[in-house]
């Protein structure tokens, strides 16, 4: 562990830590933004499951406004243009998720970051643990993590955990538990780890 935790340490104390520096005041930003901007955020990770980031950011900026106002089946139709894997399911589930819109903001305020991805995934059709946990970093709440396969490989390269089969929700939070480690150790929040690590894995630093 404390061989990762001096790698991220370094690119802290890089060009990287402004580059996600930068990063984290786009989130703080999104998060005090208006409803349909929130909106927005979750509707770009609920395209994210199962599909590549850089890929759903181009989705998340041609569609726009689309995703608060298109009906169904020209969302769907406007996702499969964009060659999006899966455009009749996700267009159904953000079809569905806006009935949340005016709720977002009570809800992101109403409790704790646990309590509120908890919520997330109960009431948000398509939100799983990890995406849950991308909308939330994406709107200011730093102190949950974004478990992937990204995340997976470094931490089982590095020998901190064993190779899940499987992401029950028991698993991701034992991960969470080791991942909090590392950011206690290093001294920063698990948000602003998560973008050191992808960049360790990617060699970039996306939202």
């Known amino acids: 562990m404390d061989s990762l935790v001096s790698d991220v340490v370094a690119l802290r104390d890089s060009w990287v830590g402004e580059l996600v520096?930068?990063?984290?005041?786009?989130?703080?930003?999104?998060?005090s933004g208006v409803p349909s901007r929130l909106f927005r955020e979750l509707c770009f990770c609920l395209t994210t499951?199962?599909?590549?980031?850089?890929?759903?950011?181009?989705?998340?900026?041609?569609?726009?406004?689309?995703?608060?106002?298109?009906?169904?089946?020209?969302?769907?139709?406007?996702?499969?243009?964009?060659g999006y894997r899966f455009p009749n399911r996700r267009a159904s589930f953000i079809v569905e998720a806006r009935s949340h819109i005016s709720s977002l903001e009570g809800v992101l305020s109403s409790g704790d970051s646990g309590e509120v991805r908890d919520w997330l995934?109960?009431?948000?059709?398509?939100?799983?643990?990890k995406e849950a946990s991308h909308f939330l970093r994406n709107v200011g709440f730093f102190d949950v993590a974004i478990i992937d396969f990204h995340i997976i490989d470094l931490l089982v390269g590095k020998g901190l955990i064993k190779r899940p089969r499987s992401l029950s929700r028991r698993r991701y939070l034992e991960v969470e538990?080791?991942?909090?480690?590392?950011?206690?150790?290093?001294?920063?929040?698990?948000?602003?780890?998560?973008?050191?690590?992808?960049y360790l894995e990617t060699g970039k630093v996306l939202k």
């Open 21 to 31: 520096e930068s990063r984290l005041v786009e989130f703080r930003k999104a998060g």
């Open 177 to 198: 538990g080791v991942l909090r480690k590392i950011a206690d150790k290093a001294k920063m929040s698990l948000g602003e780890l998560d973008l050191y690590l992808w």
């Open 49 to 82: 499951a199962n599909c590549g980031a850089e890929s759903c950011l181009v989705v998340l900026d041609e569609v726009g406004d689309g995703f608060l106002l298109l009906p169904e089946d020209e969302l769907s139709s406007r996702l499969r243009e964009l």
């Open 121 to 129: 995934v109960g009431n948000v059709r398509g939100l799983g643990l």
